[in-house]
């Protein structure tokens, strides 16, 4: 394929990169040396962590960045037999191990040097150590940092910048450090230079320690108190007659007088919310992580904080670490690391958000745990099942059930077979006879990936919009069905460009039916990861020239909103998700109504994504007569850019709540790519997708081969239940269909994905299985009706007759409305599921249709009875008629006219 920004220069295929290589190797990992010069090393010591005083306890300035040979050069020039790194930045010198310093495990002097990636320089409170073997070393000078060979010096008290004052002489790291912020060493340092970097990021107090050492603050944490002041007595590595602290001891200057000292953090073990429970000081195994999804809050960490995400996210173990870091993920990630509990002294870190608790340490966490079921995930005996339901002819795109009760399926051009015609119609009663099945049919140009939408006309055509390059990007396509099950229809797709085209070319478009009866044509791309197409038309196409509607929300975030997911509110206003975010629009300007708060993500990546390619599926929710409960959207899944870490949560909200937010519900896996598809009981399937990835060709891996049932009658936390497992992987590309008996049809699968030596890993899937759902896996007799009048006004009466239960009575049935829909990479364009009034007597029973296109948008529906849970084989009504007389467009040689 040709590159975006330059079309002469080849830039990869699907599934394909184009890789160069610099000819140099990969660097080695990071690691300790033995030996620098004659510098052997000691290993891993603790530092400051006995209230005894720092290891090494002169501080010692370097030239730049730390490195491991900086620092060991720098106390060999001052004198110093032993050296040691800490915290990426800080050089320490030293006569002899002081402090109450230990040696500690390797994996604790885990951070790497602030000057050289590829060595470690210790840790938060651990030191890397060197001892010098050889026998050169110069006399010592004394001072630390700067030198000052015993000259006095004082504290800057006149000529500070702006309000600064000095704040006294403090100790340090008696507890802990007490500052929490480090600023790098500078061997040019002086109170003014400190003072300077502090308030350039707007901290109101600034330290020296050890003639080169800056750090800042708003407070001194960690059980901080006032020092002798001639302990300040280490002159600044850039003027020798300033004070800048010494060991142990800060130099302190305020900017507004003020200088806030806090206790000896302790872990916050009251208060907390819900039904956390503080657990102890964690330790993690060498090289693994106790916890997996990590957030990072620089300034702001605490432990509260860090569990109401955890909670937040469905998840009931939190830890946090380093201070700054938060960790959610479940107890048994814990069990599984093998993580245990160690001595409560050894977490020792302030969280930088709230000092006086404390955030775990190196490699240690401050761990908590929700005492109770946070998720209720339903593991019922029923399960259903899936089958086996006929070998495909096609790697389908694009799957629909037409009004005559059999599967269409496109396919984009070049998958499956090399004689494919790139559409196929199945005819479900004939699955038993592989030859009779299947019919061929033709499309022009190619649909890859385009959207489908079945229009309200007499005979509920299927329009296909958009497509992969040129062309077939305008591309406008029309089928007509006929022929019912057992005899071979004989229309086929009717296209004409450019007599019948679109105005946009689009690459992955949704296709959604307004209230007033037009289609919807919206976003895209104008070819394969080409530029966006941030703007939507209206078909057919309204009078006038130009009449696209530009969209600067979806130039803004492109690539990330294709096949966005589109939805007609009650009002009749058009509710739209792309990326994380939504909103309303009008439906006549579609300006936007009301813009909606973006949705939540990943636990640790707020800017995960729910459309293509971070892909989700999403439905309507339920309508129920008499329709004055709120809508509500529900989405599912999706992943995050760069790692591709798929969701493991759905969120819903009701657009039109005078406050609307989201709601997250955590699902039992992580899933990208789901497929998802209603239910006549009110419930929904969740199947399809993988682990791991986004969509596209080869971009995802490890596929979810688990099925769920997602039951919005039940409590929230409480409405998924775990179904039962296929054998087949079906990720990008597949889809999910209502079949008119109940069951499930599953289709498609065209990763294009292969193993590093060549060989497929994840097949185009031809094979077409079918889900038996729970009601129809009980052995119970489905329930049977008739009717005769299947086009309904909006409000209407309609009588369905000779109804008939074999399991209760008509006092507990139900009727669904299913809307008929399309499915495609997530998106089921046009979907819909309605719980209409009815009263019965004896066998018949009157049903009365929505009240009007914004709790219906004119659609053809699958009407259900259920007896109990046990749905009938449902009957095609039409509701709301073709209000923009589609029946009579497009008026053009070569295109079938229903008429209205």
Not at 373 to 392: A, Q
Not at 412 to 428: H, I, R, V
Request: charged share 15%.
């Amino acid at each position: 394929m040709p590159c975006s920004g330059n079309t002469l220069e080849s830039c990869g295929a699907g599934g394909r990169l184009n890789i160069y290589w610099s000819g140099e190797q990969p660097p080695p990992p990071p690691s300790t040396a033995p030996h620098i010069g004659n510098w052997t090393s000691l290993g891993c010591y603790t530092d400051g962590i006995t209230g005894q005083g720092r290891t090494l306890t002169v501080g010692t300035a370097v030239q730049g960045d730390n490195t491991q040979e900086k620092c060991t050069s720098a106390c060999f020039a001052a004198g110093y037999p032993l050296s040691g790194s800490e915290y990426s930045a800080e050089c320490y010198c030293g006569n002899s191990i002081a402090g109450g310093g230990v040696p500690a495990p390797a994996s604790e002097c885990n951070m790497l040097c602030a000057g050289n990636p590829q060595e470690f320089c210790g840790g938060p409170n651990r030191l890397n150590v060197y001892n010098y073997t050889g026998t050169d070393l110069p006399p010592q000078q004394g001072g630390g940092g700067g030198g000052g060979g015993g000259t006095p010096v004082f504290p800057v008290t006149s000529g500070l910048p702006g309000n600064w004052t000095y704040g006294n002489c403090w100790v340090d790291n008696a507890f802990g450090r007490i500052f929490p912020f480090q600023q790098p060493g500078d061997p040019e340092n002086t109170i003014e230079r400190c003072i300077a970097t502090c308030a350039g990021q707007n901290y109101t107090l600034a330290g020296t320690e050890f003639g080169n050492e800056c750090y800042c603050g708003n407070t001194l944490v960690a059980g901080a108190v006032k020092a002798d002041e001639s302990t300040c007595n280490v002159p600044c590595a850039g003027n020798t007659t300033q004070a800048c602290g010494g060991p142990n001891r800060l130099s302190v200057y305020t900017s507004n007088g003020i200088v806030n000292a806090l206790p000896v953090p302790v872990p916050l073990k009251t208060g907390l919310p819900g039904q956390w429970q503080y657990q102890g000081c964690l330790r993690e195994p060498q090289g693994k992580r106790a916890l997996p999804y990590q957030i990072i809050w620089p300034t702001n960490n605490t432990a509260l904080a860090c569990m109401t995400q955890c909670a937040a996210f469905g998840f009931p173990a939190s830890g946090t670490e380093f201070g700054q870091e938060c960790y959610c993920g479940d107890v048994e990630d814990v069990t599984a690391a093998k993580s245990v509990l160690g001595a409560e002294s050894e977490c020792t870190l302030p969280c930088p958000g709230d000092p006086i608790s404390l955030c775990g340490g190196g490699d240690r966490l401050t761990y908590y745990v929700w005492n109770g079921t946070m998720n209720i995930w339903n593991k019922p005996d029923n399960i259903g099942r899936y089958e086996f339901f006929v070998p495909g002819v096609t790697v389908p795109l694009i799957a629909t059930l037409g009004i005559n009760n059999k599967v269409t399926f496109l396919e984009k051009g070049g998958t499956g077979f090399p004689n494919s015609t790139g559409a196929y119609e199945l005819d479900l009663s004939l699955a038993h006879n592989f030859s009779a099945a299947w019919r061929e049919m033709h499309v022009k140009t190619d649909v890859f990936c385009a959207g489908s939408v079945i229009l309200p006309d007499k005979a509920g055509r299927q329009i296909n919009v958009g497509g992969w390059s040129l062309d077939s990007t305008y591309g406008l396509r029309l089928f007509t069905p006929d022929g019912v099950p057992g005899t071979n229809g004989t229309n086929d797709w009717e296209e004409d460009y450019p007599a019948l085209s679109l105005q946009r070319g689009r690459w992955y478009p949704t296709a959604a039916m307004l209230a007033n009866g037009s289609v919807l044509v919206i976003g895209g791309e104008t070819g394969s990861n080409a530029s966006p197409q941030p703007n939507l038309e209206i078909l057919p196409k309204p009078l006038g020239g130009d009449t696209v509607v530009e969209l600067d929300w979806l130039r803004r975030t492109d690539p990330n909103n294709l096949y966005p997911f589109v939805f007609i509110l009650p009002s009749t206003r058009v509710f739209v998700a792309y990326w994380n975010e939504a909103r309303i629009l009008d439906p006549v300007t579609f300006e936007t109504y009301k813009s909606l708060p973006n949705a939540p993500g990943s636990v640790s990546n707020f800017l995960s994504g729910r459309t293509y390619p971070l892909e989700g599926a999403a439905m309507i929710l339920p309508q129920q007569a008499p329709y004055t409960d709120p809508l509500r959207i529900l989405i599912c899944g999706g992943s995050t850019e760069g790692a591709g870490e798929a969701l493991d949560n759905c969120v819903s909200i009701a657009p039109e709540d005078p406050n609307p937010t989201w709601t997250l519900e955590r699902m039992p896996s992580r899933r990208v790519m789901p497929c998802m598809v209603g239910l006549p009981d009110g419930t929904y399937m969740i199947m399809n997708g993988a682990h791991q990835g986004v969509a596209g060709f080869g971009l995802a891996t490890d596929p979810n081969l688990t099925a769920l049932l997602y039951d919005p009658a039940r409590p929230l936390g409480e409405r998924i239940s775990i179904l039962n497992s296929t054998i087949v992987a079906r990720m990008y590309h597949s889809e999910l269909t209502l079949l008119p008996d109940g069951r499930v049809l599953v289709s498609g699968s065209d990763p294009q994905t292969d193993n590093p030596d060549g060989t497929v890993k994840y097949p185009e899937e031809f094979r077409i299985e079918v889900y038996i759902p729970p009601y129809l896996n009980q052995g119970f007799r489905q329930p049977e009706f008739n009717i005769s009048d299947t086009d309904w006004a909006y409000n209407g009466q309609y009588t369905i007759t000779n109804v008939k239960l074999y399991q209760g009575t008509t006092a507990n049935m139900k009727v669904s409305l299913l809307s008929a829909s399309s499915s495609t990479h997530g998106n089921s364009m046009g979907a819909r599921t309605i719980f209409p009034a009815f009263t019965c007597s004896g066998t018949t029973c009157t049903i009365t249709a929505p009240p009007n296109a914004g709790v219906s948008p004119p659609a053809w529906h699958q009407l259900f009875i259920l007896d109990g849970p046990t749905p009938s084989h449902s009957k095609w009504v039409r509701i709301g008629g073709d209000p923009a007389q589609l029946g009579n467009w497009p008026n053009l040689p070569g295109f079938t006219l229903p008429g209205v």
